[in-house]
Structure formats: C-alpha cells, structure tokens
C-alpha cells in the first residue's frame, strides 16, 4: 500500500515515532481465524488470493499430492497444506492447514528489516510489506518464525500475505474469508475471534477432541491470523506449524541492543584516536634520530668504504 | 624481505648532519609500487564495502545508501564489494604473511601498551619489520575477513542463502556483523596509528621511509636493511 496511512504503530529499521495520529483512540485490533477442524482443502481461499491480489504463480508439476503449489512463493501468499497423520488409535487423520503470514504482534521480520519502512504494522496489527521501500536483502525471511515471507526472482522484493490490509483499510473483509464455503474462515476483531474459537474449541471438546484448543501462540505476542486445531497440544502436526514460536534468540542479538552498541563504540574509537592526537602528540622522527641512524649504520657498516 | 631493499647506501644521499639539506632522506623502500597498489585497492574496497554494509547495519545509517544509487543497489553492490576486499586483500596478506609471525617480544611490546600509546619508544622491545601491534590488527583482519566471507556467502540471498537452513543463516547474520565490528574498529586503529606516528602515511603513498623512521620505530628492521645493503655492497 502506498497511500499515506497514519495508524502505523511499528516501522521497520526506524528509530523514531511512527505516523500514528490516528491510533490510541480505542484500538481495536482484526484477526482472521482459521478453523481448521471445518477446513475440507477446497483451496478456494487461494483462488480468491490470487484473484484480488492478481497474483499468478507459475505453472508447477503434478507430483501426486493434493498440495499445490507445494510451497509458499512470492506469487502464491496462501496455500493449504494437506498432512496425512496417523492418531493414536491407529486412524487416519487428514489435517489441512491453510499457510500464510501469521501477522505477529511481535514480527520478526520487521525486527530484522533494515530499510525504513519497507515492513509496517498498523494499529489494527496487519503486518504489510511496502514493497517500494523494499531492497531485497531477504532479513525478513531470517527473521520470521514462520518461514513465511518470499523474494521473487522477478524484481527481487520480498511478498506475503497483507491480510488485504487494503480491503480492511475499507471495512471489507479479506478475500479468502469471503470465498470460504464452509465458515472455517472467519474474520473480525481480535476479541470476537477468541469469543468464536472458545465456541468452537467446547464443541469439539464435546465431540472428543480433549485436546482442541485455539493457537494463539504468546512467544510472538500473539498472532492476528490465529488457528482452532483439534490438537492444540501438537501444532506440529500440522505441517509442521511451529509448536511455540518466537523471534529467535540469534536474530534477538543481532538486531538488538547490540548494534547502537557497536556503533557507539565505533564512534567511539574514532574519537579516542582524536583526542590521543590532541592530548599526546603525533609520534614524530626528528633530526637526532636521523643523526643516531647514521652513527649506527656507520657501525654496522664499518669504518671502510666511505665514499 | 626481496621486496624491500634501499635505494641507496644509508647515510650517502642525506647530506651529512650539519649540512641542513631540505631535501627528504627517504631512501628506505619499505613499500613497493605493487605493495602499494594492493594496499589501496583492498584499503578502497574496504571503505565501499564498509559504507555498504554500516547502510544496512542500523537504521541511523540507511542514509549511506543514496552513496551507491539506493537501497536495492546497495544491497546489490555490498557483497560484490565484499568479494573484491577478500580477494585483494589475499593478494596483500600472502606478501606480508612471513612478517607478521609473533614473537615473544611483541606480546611484551603489546603488555607495554602503555609505553606505547605515551610514545615512550625507547623503552618497548625492539620492533623489527612490524610491532606487535600490527601483527595483531593483521591477524585480526585475516580472521574477521574469512569469516565475512565465510557468513556473506550464506546471507547472499540472491544466490546462496537458499541452500543453507534458516538458523544457519540467522548466525551467519550475527557472525557477519560481529566481524565486520571487528574489522572497523581495527581499521579505525591502523588508520589513526598511521596519523599518530608521521611518515606512516609516506610509507604507503611514496613507498620510502627516512632511516631515522626506520631506526626509531623498526629497528631491528632497520639493521637488517643495512646489513642487506651491505652484503651487496661487500662484492664490488
């Protein structure tokens, strides 16, 4: 998005306020909630991403697998992924999971940007990628816990998923909730996401799943794309999703305290050297050293063979 | 030391004390045309690829980019810059490799770090081709070179970073930048070390120094050179 937006309350690689006139007036921030016990892999939600974001990926193959495109790229922002699990009492279970951009409440992506603005967060909590300001350094991909975000080949800027923070912007809701046919995609405020998901999570418990739960995860502050999974007590079996993500510690250290640290001591080493030259002095030859060469080369040589 | 030889007989061309000749007497090649080159060339490097990468590291200093035609192009250009540092710079620090062993006495010099920066000379241990200073800043950018390089490869995202895992990229991150602190704050010494002690800055732009120069600072270095000159001297 390029319009001017004054409800930023985050901006990558940038040391002072952001345009935040408008925030602070009773904030409500969105989520999108993806059910994915109602979830039935139709993909309609990637066709309704391509279609408002006019994205086209490129033709893949067919490898005999229902997920498709098999990964996540800088065309496809979405993408259901189909994981065959066997439970515990030896049945088959189908968990489909739609990937994307989780929309952390602390993204590591914007964490690890380093130019200004190319990653925002709005006061609603949408993560967006001003692809404008981008330079194409791929930070963002070392900073996600999600393995989310993609630079295309093509011009070389990093893509994920807006939340179509331009049809929010509007009061609409995203694409892919509308194209949803089953309601396993629903969108609103944060608070009536959560009211949904305890719904949902008592219903399932009340069908045996003991273990549903809604996935929220605390280590990245929360997300604004949050998950209801029949087992919340393993995220992982759902293609992986990160069990208990969080911005990590190696990332935390580089973009941390540590660099206006190191730029204050190199700073400061150029100004030690500056005020050693002020207070001590160049370190100077002078004629008596001159005259002391020659004694002793004089020595070395020999008294002979003066020219 | 084939690379270093005297312009003329020490004490020949000066113009005896007492003579008050203007003229500088230079006559110590410490660096040659080719020592020279390469040292500039990995030292021009150095400042590109510094100012690149500082554009990158913190937010404060993203305005360094218009320096190379905007961020993208900065990005772009960085590890291309990077490259051209390590490989000039291998050129430099296989000549110079042989002199930049440490002895004893440069740890004693360093421990007398004192004497130094108080410019009491006479009381340091005799310094040969290099103090032990510069053998340490060498060092230091012989290892912080190799693990830029080493970490820039995997953070070159356009086309390396997708071979290796993402947590080896994180570290690489953090090494790279750790390294590259390093290496400035090292770099900002030898460029301060060579305003502070005069004449330095002659070596690498004229490639000569004054026999006083090479006495008081390298003296070890300095009897080599005469004893050198005078075994080719001795034939004839």
Redesign the interface.
């Known amino acids: 998005m390029a319009l001017q937006s004054l409800d930023i309350i985050r901006r990558s690689?940038?040391?002072l306020p952001e345009p935040a006139i408008r925030t602070g007036t009773g904030d409500v921030t969105v989520a999108k909630l993806i059910d994915t016990t109602k979830c039935i892999g139709c993909k309609a939600c990637q066709v309704a991403c391509m279609e408002w974001n006019d994205l086209r990926d490129e033709i893949g193959t067919n490898v005999g697998a229902y997920q498709n495109p098999h990964d996540l790229t800088a065309s496809s922002w979405t993408l259901m992924r189909f994981a065959e699990v066997e439970n515990t009492k030896g049945d088959l279970e189908w968990l489909i999971r739609k990937d994307g951009c989780m929309h952390c409440a602390d993204p590591g992506c914007l964490k690890?940007c380093?130019?200004?603005g190319a990653i925002v967060q709005y006061a609603n909590g949408i993560v967006d990628f001003h692809e404008e300001?981008?330079?194409?350094?791929?930070?963002c991909?070392?900073g996600c816990p999600f393995?989310i975000p993609r630079?295309s080949r093509k011009d070389?800027k990093a893509y994920k998923c807006t939340l179509c923070s331009d049809r929010v912007a509007v009061g609409l809701e995203p694409a892919c909730i509308k194209a949803c046919p089953t309601g396993a995609l629903v969108f609103g405020t944060k608070e009536d996401m959560k009211l949904h998901a305890a719904d949902r999570v008592e219903d399932l418990k009340s069908r045996g799943f003991q273990n549903a739960g809604l996935y929220d995860p605390p280590g990245v502050g929360g997300t604004h794309v949050m998950y209801v999974l029949h087992h919340a007590d393993h995220p992982h079996l759902y293609s992986g999703l990160i069990d208990n993500p969080h911005i990590?510690n190696?990332?935390r250290?580089?973009k941390g305290a540590?660099?206006?640290l190191?730029?204050a001591?190199?700073a400061f080493?150029?100004i030690a050297?500056f005020f050693?030259?002020i207070r001590?002095?160049?370190?100077?030859?002078?004629?008596?050293?001159?005259?002391?060469?020659?004694e002793?080369?004089?020595k070395?040589?020999g008294p002979e063979?003066r020219? | 030391m084939s690379d270093t030889h005297i312009t003329d007989?020490?004490?020949?061309s000066?113009g005896?004390?007492g003579q008050g000749s203007p003229q500088r007497?230079d006559t110590f090649v410490r660096y040659t045309p080719n020592d020279r080159t390469n040292h500039w060339l990995t030292a021009i490097a150095f400042v590109l690829a510094g100012l690149s990468g500082l554009?990158?590291?913190?937010?404060?200093?993203?305005g360094l980019?218009s320096l190379f035609g905007?961020?993208?192009w900065?990005?772009?250009l960085h590890p291309f810059i990077g490259l051209f540092m390590v490989g000039a710079f291998i050129f430099l620090a296989v000549r110079f490799w042989s002199h930049n062993y440490m002895q004893p006495a440069d740890w004693k010099w360093l421990r007398q770090y004192r004497d130094v920066?108080?410019?009491r000379?006479e009381r340091l241990p005799e310094v040969g081709r290099y103090n032990g200073g510069q053998k340490l800043v060498y060092w230091v950018i012989v290892v912080c070179l190799a693990g830029l390089l080493l970490t820039g490869i995997v953070?070159w995202?356009?086309y390396f970073?997708f071979y290796f895992s993402?947590?080896v990229?994180?570290?690489a991150?953090?090494v790279h930048?750790f390294s590259a602190?390093v290496l400035?704050?090292s770099i900002?010494?030898h460029?301060?070390a060579a305003?502070?002690?005069?004449?330095s800055v002659h070596a690498m732009t004229r490639g000569t120094v004054?026999?006083?120069?090479?006495?008081?600072?390298h003296r070890a270095w300095?009897?080599e050179m005469?004893?050198a000159a005078?075994s080719r001297?001795r034939p004839d």
């Open positions: 690689a940038t040391t690890a380093p130019a200004p300001n981008c330079i194409g350094c791929g930070y991909i070392a393995d630079i070389h990590s190696t990332v250290l580089w540590t660099k206006p190191a730029l001591a190199m080493a150029a050297g050693h030259y001590v002095g160049p370190n100077e030859t002078d004629e008596n050293d001159e005259t002391r060469a020659a002793e080369a004089r070395l040589t063979k020219p | 007989a020490p004490g020949h000066t005896e004390a007497r554009a990158m590291f913190h937010p404060a200093l993203f980019s905007g961020g993208p900065t990005r772009i920066i108080n410019n000379e953070m995202r356009a970073s993402v947590r990229v994180r570290l991150a953090l930048a602190f400035i704050i900002i010494l460029i301060y305003i502070w002690v005069k004449g004054t026999p006083g120069w090479a006495w008081k600072h300095y009897r005469i004893h005078n001297s």
